[in-house]
């Protein structure tokens, strides 16, 4: 039987338990559990295209402590499926922050555990490997949820970037600026196209199925391949597209 309460349950694919406090959404989710050890930009890592699908560890003590904003983001939304933290604020001191990270969460429709000891939890995962996870803040019965865990496909051959990925191409920056570059959108970040606009760069960002003959038709002087959730080793299309692209690379280096 479900029941809602302020309490949470973190429950590990090899069967380690954890108790904590509920925070975000109320309600149950799942995914491969990994960590960040920043200790700051927590909106930036959430918002990450890299963990879409991840039930993220914050390894840093306070997470919410200065709230959200609309401009610290590197993707139109929060891509983990869950958060595991130690403290979670749901007041924050930041003048320019728009919301609080609760709100935020229960916006975005994120579940959260806290109360956690995060360091422990890591140590945990970096001896034991890869593994998924479930949080609930709704159920209880553990049994229940290591059913639930156990129907979690693997990340282990998990395509995921087309999830995130644009579906259409878009430029970023001046188009009168000193180099054009193309870029395969894998699950790219914001702030990378933001960081290559400011150094002189015009970019067009091409979607993730694109291929050499696409990129090149438009003429750039450089190529790049963004940072993307999952396994790559499924992407057969994007391989052999880096292969092409990398051949062409060869032959330039030879002719010049």
């Known amino acids: 039987m479900s029941e809602t309460s302020n309490k949470a349950i973190l429950v590990l694919e090899d069967g380690t338990i954890m108790h904590g406090n509920a925070a975000g959404l109320v309600g149950t989710t799942t995914g491969e559990i990994c960590f960040n050890t920043g200790m700051t930009g927590y909106q930036e890592i959430f918002t990450d295209p890299s963990y879409y699908g991840q039930i993220l560890t914050a390894t840093t003590a ?11 983001v590197e ?4 891509n983990i499926s869950g ?7 749901d007041m924050f001191s930041r003048d320019a922050a728009d919301t609080s990270l609760q709100e935020y969460f229960e916006h975005q429709k994120i579940v959260a555990i806290s109360d956690i ?3 422990m939890l890591v140590r945990h995962i970096r001896d034991k490997g890869a593994m998924n996870a ?4 709704e159920t209880f019965n553990v049994e229940e949820l290591k059913t639930k865990l156990a129907q979690v496909p693997s990340m282990e051959g998990l ?7 644009t579906k259409e191409a878009y430029f970023v920056g001046d188009e009168n600026a000193e180099h054009k570059v ?3 959108d894998l699950g790219v970040k914001k702030n990378i196209l933001r960081c290559l606009a400011e150094r002189g760069c015009y970019l ?4 993730m199925d694109a291929s050499i003959e696409e990129m090149k038709s438009w003429n750039p002087d450089a190529f790049m391949l963004s940072n993307g959730p999952g396994d790559p080793s499924v992407m057969t299309q994007q391989i052999e597209t880096v292969n092409k692209l990398l051949k062409q690379v060869f032959l330039y280096l030879e002719f010049v």
């Open 75 to 78: 993707s139109d939304n929060v």
């Open 134 to 137: 479930i949080i609930s803040s």
């Open 62 to 72: 306070h997470i919410g402590n200065y709230g959200t904003t609309k401009e610290e």
């Open 182 to 184: 193309a870029v395969l």
């Open 83 to 89: 958060l595991v933290c130690k403290k979670f604020s």
């Open 159 to 165: 395509e995921l970037s087309s999830k995130v990925a």
């Open 204 to 207: 067009k960002v091409f979607p």
């Open 117 to 119: 000891d995060t360091r």
